[in-house]
């Protein structure tokens, strides 16, 4: 019972990190794609927006990964807490 509580916590974590990210990344893509006008023409506009793109995608990748993972119940019974430490990783990696 113990473990499936963890696992339960680990996986919406994941998910509602995962669904953020995603809305995010919309959000980011509708503003930055109504204010393209503007910055038409400055290449650090859109490197910025790539960075932003690529980091976004790579760490929902991860965060559904590690939400799918901890579905797996012998992951949930040996794993984890490697699990939990990726999660962390992925969540204060993306914080500036």
Same mark, same amino acid.
């Given at each position: 019972?113990?473990?499936?509580?963890?696992?339960? @916590?680990?996986?919406?974590?994941?998910?509602?990190?995962?669904?953020?990210?995603?809305?995010?990344?919309?959000?980011?893509?509708? #503003?930055?794609?109504?204010?393209?006008?503007?910055?038409?023409?400055?290449?650090?506009?859109?490197?910025?927006?790539?960075?932003?793109?690529? $980091?976004?995608?790579?760490?929902?990748?991860?965060?559904?990964? #590690?939400?799918?993972?901890?579905? $797996?119940?012998?992951?949930?019974?040996?794993?984890?807490? $490697?699990?939990?430490?990726?999660?962390?990783?992925?969540?204060? @990696?993306?914080?500036?």
């Amino acid at each position: 019972m113990f473990f499936l509580q963890r696992q339960r @916590s680990l996986v919406i974590v994941n998910m509602i990190d995962f669904v953020i990210k995603m809305v995010t990344l919309t959000l980011t893509l509708t #503003i930055y794609g109504v204010a393209t006008d503007d910055y038409e023409n400055n290449p650090r506009f859109k490197g910025h927006l790539r960075d932003i793109i690529i $980091w976004t995608v790579t760490s929902a990748s991860c965060n559904g990964l #590690i939400g799918a993972l901890a579905l $797996w119940p012998r992951f949930a019974n040996l794993y984890l807490h $490697w699990g939990a430490l990726a999660t962390w990783v992925v969540l204060f @990696s993306q914080g500036e």
